[in-house]
């Protein structure tokens, strides 16, 4: 845990005399020096465009598929084709969205999930309504946090176009068994898409075991930029009416690529997953080290955060007035805990929070509709993430605040 902290200059901030601890990280997780030092490294010393002649322009192409290759690596993909980039996980889903749909119409379906984040919600919802298609919202199940798994089952038809499903709640922490509402959609003869922007930070992807078409998910949720990936089939790609301008490239994965992509925020979301794969230890670059790293850095990940949510969500139970939301720790979760107050707004015990060096999120963090079936459309809850770099001691010093207020 030293080691780890000590990679993280945000980590010594003070705040009103207090060392900060940052909880915020389904918002965004702080960075380590080694994703700086790549990212400055490459806008000092490389900054190019691709595909010229000149060794700066030579060096940002091999950078760009050294990337492709460590996202291949990350998302277990069977090839590096697999693997493209764009803005953010949203800006990516509007965009593959749009380019299905051309080849959708009335009568097909579509299926999307009450307990997903918008991003993969609307995107869909946009697209089925241009494409005159049928929308249908898998609900909660009767326990209020997860997927009812039934009713998936029964919405599945011939008809159905495409899955939207999240690997991971960024509300309330729930994982939900996509391998399962994979096999689902794939006997109705779906695709599938999956959000795993919450889930990879916490649990290791591999999309070959998920049996998913697409996946995407955003490094700057894992200790890198601001920067989305997308892990998608080659063939079903290349199948695709893609909006495109003539001259860009028409092929896999560089076809999804719109515009000049963020060099350095490739160059440093490859860096976010070297970090991730060396908290278990030194790390080579070759592929199949690289994944053999990462399996061991989530093993040992898993269980801090195991331990952290157990403390985190039986704490908290011992505090007055709170109501926690989530599954309890040891089902299938990540380390995420929301919960309200009875009788302060989420936004105001958020703020108070601040007070004591906390810093934690508040709102319905774009899982709208999640939230208000959880009956705090208005308020919405307040989030409690653990990263990698959170403390035992932080954990008290949050639930000893919350039992303050
Ligand atoms: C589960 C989930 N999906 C999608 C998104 C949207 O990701 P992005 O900001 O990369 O568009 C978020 C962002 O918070 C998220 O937590």
């Known amino acids: 845990m030293e080691s780890v902290r000590s990679q993280f200059p945000a980590l010594t901030r003070i705040h009103q005399g207090h060392p900060v601890a940052y909880f915020d990280g389904p918002g965004g997780t702080q960075v380590p020096m080694a994703v700086v030092d790549a990212i400055g490294d490459y806008l000092l010393h490389h900054n190019a465009n691709t595909h010229w002649v000149y060794p700066s322009s030579q060096e940002t192409d091999a950078l760009l598929h050294d990337a492709r290759q460590v996202f291949a690596a990350f998302f277990n993909a069977p090839d590096p084709a697999w693997v493209s980039f764009g803005q953010n996980m949203t800006t990516i889903t509007f ?51 997860s997927l009812d798994m039934d009713a998936l089952a029964s919405m599945l038809s011939p008809r159905t176009r495409l899955l939207a499903v999240g690997a991971a709640s960024n509300a309330i922490g729930t994982i939900t068994d996509v391998a399962a509402a994979t096999r689902l959609a794939k006997a109705a003869g779906a695709l599938v898409f999956v959000d795993a ?34 892990c998608a089939r080659p063939d079903l790609i290349a199948s695709l009416r893609l909006p495109k301008l003539r001259p860009a490239p028409s092929a896999p994965p560089d076809s999804l690529e719109t515009g000049t992509q963020s060099h350095e925020g490739i160059v440093g979301a490859a860096a976010a997953v070297r970090f991730l794969a060396s908290v278990a230890g030194p790390i080579s670059d070759a592929p199949q080290a690289l994944r053999a790293a990462l399996v061991e850095s989530y093993t040992r990940l898993h269980d801090d955060a195991a331990m952290l949510t157990r403390s985190l969500w039986e704490g908290l139970g011992t505090v007055t007035g709170v109501t926690r939301y989530g599954r309890p720790p040891g ?31 508040s709102g319905d963090f774009y899982a709208q509709t999640l939230v208000e079936r959880l009956g705090h459309g208005q308020d919405g809850l307040i989030r409690i993430g653990c990263a990698c770099y959170t403390t035992s001691d932080e954990i008290d010093r949050l639930i000893a605040a919350v039992d303050s207020l």
């Open 197 to 230: 922007v919450h889930y990879a930070p916490h649990a290791l992807v591999d999309v070959q075991a998920l049996g998913c078409d697409m996946l995407a998910c955003s490094s700057y949720k894992f200790y890198g930029p601001h920067q989305g990936i997308l």
């Open 95 to 145: 965009h593959l969205a749009r380019a299905l749909a051309r080849q959708w119409g009335a009568g097909d379906e579509l299926i999307v999930t009450e307990l997903d984040h918008h991003g993969n919600v609307d995107p869909w919802r946009h697209a089925g309504e241009d494409a005159g298609l049928t929308v249908r919202t898998v609900p909660l199940a009767a326990d209020g946090v």
């Open 331 to 361: 089902q299938p979760r990540t380390p995420t805990v929301s919960f309200v107050v009875a009788g302060h707004t989420s936004h105001a015990v958020a703020a108070r929070l601040v007070d004591h060096g906390l810093f934690v999120s």
